[in-house]
């Protein structure tokens, strides 16, 4: 029998410390995957969103609508970011998400509210994602009471009825449930992590099953052979959106106000866009283990930092131009304001033109890899 060796036992851990040493991509998940997590969860995620953008109109323009404005902008939770004239630019600051909320004050303010008729003021919130919407609404009553305290009396504030009759409205979502949010973004989140995964060990499964070089010695042009690897995960990208649209409208009951037509279009760009990062994935890596471990760094921040889970507007700024440059970002937007919002193209292009962009940087490289690796 033979006795357990301490001097064998070195000598496997050393082995395996050089080992892990040579291997940089198991090392760098090792270490900077930790690390990227402990700084978005960290400092990036915040589920208290404040400063998040918002319309007014204020009809009245009196001592006392100013100073309930100037009220709201410093409970934090709202930036007056626009001014719109007409209800109907309003509107479609709200479609296209650019305006969080819309707040409304109108003609006669201040007049109703010195003679006690309890003027009507309306704030309306894009409730897509309702933790995003949640703490201004929660909170609007006390903050128009603390602008109003000053300059019509702490009493008459006080009083029962309340002077002035806040109306809420959450809209796209009324009852603000959450997986009118989820589900939508879950459709973003599958799409990427599948789609880029699969096509990630496209080139180097070839080279470790011998086949590269009966590849190479072939007339295909390297965008022909880009097409045809993605091409066939296109369809599969169809049928998982075709399951989880289902599953959204028959089991969730998430509305579908939008184009059907215009989601398939914007899906099947962000289908292609992850199909080329995971063939650029797979010109990079050695093995398929290295092409996978790339993904896991890019389906994180794409996770954490497009605005699935935490409100994106919430964000730190540096963490907002991280999630600009994501593909699933664009894409959640995309998805959202289709199915909740009933948005056109017209009010998409400020989301559909980032997708492009990344899909023709990442062809390019995958294309340019892929020579070199024909060299």
Do not use: C
């Amino acid at each position: 029998m033979v006795r357990f060796s301490l001097s064998r036992l070195v000598a496997v851990l050393l082995k395996e410390f050089i080992q892990m040493r040579r291997d940089r991509m198991t090392l760098a998940m090792m270490i900077a995957l930790p690390m990227m997590q402990l700084i978005m969860f960290g400092f990036a995620i915040n589920t208290d969103p404040r400063h998040l953008p918002a319309a007014l109109m204020d009809r009245d323009q009196s001592a006392l609508s100013r100073a309930v404005v100037a009220a709201v902008e410093n409970s934090t939770f709202i930036d007056i970011s626009h001014r719109p004239v007409t209800e109907d630019e309003a509107e479609r600051l709200m479609r296209e998400g650019r305006v969080n909320y819309l707040m409304i004050i109108p003609e006669h303010f201040s007049r109703d509210l010195h003679r006690g008729l309890r003027p009507q003021m309306l704030l309306v919130a894009d409730a897509t994602d309702p933790s995003a919407a949640s703490g201004a609404l929660n909170s609007i009553n006390q903050i128009v009471a603390s602008g109003l305290r000053r300059d019509f009396g702490g009493a008459a504030v006080a009083s029962d009825p309340w002077p002035v009759e806040v109306v809420v409205h959450r809209r796209y979502n009324p009852a603000g449930l959450t997986h009118y949010n989820i589900v939508p973004g879950l459709l973003g989140v599958i799409l990427a992590m599948t789609m880029s995964m699969m096509t990630a060990v496209a080139l180097t499964r070839e080279s470790e099953q011998g086949t590269m070089e009966n590849l190479l010695a072939t007339p295909v042009r390297p965008l022909e052979m880009m097409l045809g690897k993605i091409a066939p995960y296109v369809i599969v990208g169809y049928s998982q959106t075709a399951v989880i649209l289902l599953a959204g409208l028959y089991i969730f009951h998430i509305p579908f106000v939008g184009s059907l037509l215009l989601l398939l279009a914007v899906t099947t760009l962000f289908v292609v866009v992850n199909l080329i990062l995971g063939f650029l994935f797979s010109t990079l890596a050695r093995t398929q283990m290295q092409a996978l471990q790339m993904t896991f760094f890019l389906l994180l921040p794409q996770i954490l930092l497009s605005g699935f889970m935490f409100p994106f507007l919430g964000m730190p700024r540096w963490a907002q131009v991280i999630g600009e440059v994501l593909p699933a970002t664009h894409y959640m937007r995309l998805v959202r304001g289709i199915m909740l919002k009933g948005a056109g193209l017209g009010d998409l292009t400020t989301e559909i033109w980032p997708l492009l962009a990344i899909l023709l940087g990442a062809a390019s490289l995958a294309l340019l890899r892929y020579r070199r690796t024909l060299d």
